[in-house]
């Protein structure tokens, strides 16, 4: 099992980044997949799930209205549009399946700055 996450980047507050997810080594359509956000300091945290179809989604109150998680079953991607950016969104982004598995990804960084 592999997740390649990258689209992150230095934004400014308002901004707005997509991040993007490449994921490998199982059936992608078979799961729910999910996005995590790790602030400087803190523990993992879940942000966002995506079904396997796609169809639904479910997301931390923090970033309701701002994030959107999508995916593509045929590339075995998983997205998530970020807009209104806040300083408090900085931190480092992982995506993986749910239930997850072992490794996770490197993540990407996402600095929230002006």
């Known amino acids: 099992v592999q997740f390649v996450e990258s689209g992150g980047g230095l934004v400014q507050p308002g901004g707005s980044l997509t991040l993007t997810c490449a994921a490998s080594?199982?059936?992608?359509?078979?799961?729910?997949m999910r996005w995590y956000h790790q602030a400087p300091g803190k523990e993992r945290e879940w942000l966002a799930t995506?079904?396997?179809?796609?169809?639904?989604?479910v997301y931390e109150d923090s970033v309701k209205g701002r994030v959107t998680i999508s995916r593509d079953n045929a590339k075995n991607m998983v997205y998530l549009q970020m807009n209104n950016l806040k300083p408090e969104d900085t931190g480092v982004y992982y995506c993986?399946?749910?239930?997850?598995?072992?490794?996770w990804g490197q993540g990407t960084q996402v600095t929230v700055s002006s």
């Open positions: 993986n399946r749910f239930p997850p598995a072992q490794p």
């Open positions: 080594g199982f059936t992608f359509s078979d799961y729910a």
């Open positions: 995506i079904t396997r179809p796609g169809t639904s989604s």
